[in-house]
Nanobody, 127 residues
Framework: QVQLVESGGGLVQAGGSLRLSCAAS????????MGWFRQAPGNEREFVGA????????YYGDSVKGRFTISRDNAKNTVSLQMNSLKPEDTAIYYC????????????????????WGQGTQVTVSS
């Protein structure tokens, strides 16, 4: 099991940048693939991206591809989400999540397959 705590959310103008961090505790962090999801009021939880446990392979949702970057530091038990060129439609609560399962690529976007979740951090992008 992995305990997760997100930080770095806030209010930013459209076109700006934010960097979210997710601090993990527990000895299994380096054995977990990590995902970022977001949820706006009234919307389904949306896949933002994921990074494999090695840290070398990343995947992104279509709406953020080319603007967001995920990275991780297994020595520090952290995963980050760098968000650039933010848009008002990026406004949501952002969650990091961990899964120890070896999910095929097509399943990394399925939030129900992640076992551990942070409490979320609010990101608001003003127009």
């Amino acid at each position: 099991q992995v305990q997760l705590v997100e930080s770095g959310g806030g209010l930013v103008q459209a076109g700006g940048s934010l960097r979210l961090s997710c601090a993990a505790s527990g000895r299994t962090f380096s054995s977990a693939d990590m995902g970022w999801f977001r949820q706006a009021p009234g919307n389904e939880r949306e896949f933002v991206g994921a990074i494999r446990r090695s840290g070398y392979i990343t995947y992104y949702g279509d709406s953020v591809k080319g603007r967001f970057t995920i990275s991780r530091d297994n020595a520090k038990n952290t995963v980050s989400l760098q968000m650039n060129s933010l848009k008002p439609e990026d406004t949501a609560i952002y969650y990091c999540a961990a899964t120890a399962r070896l999910l095929p690529v097509g399943n990394l976007s399925q939030w129900r397959l992640y076992d551990d979740w942070g409490q979320g951090t609010q990101v608001t992008v003003s127009s």
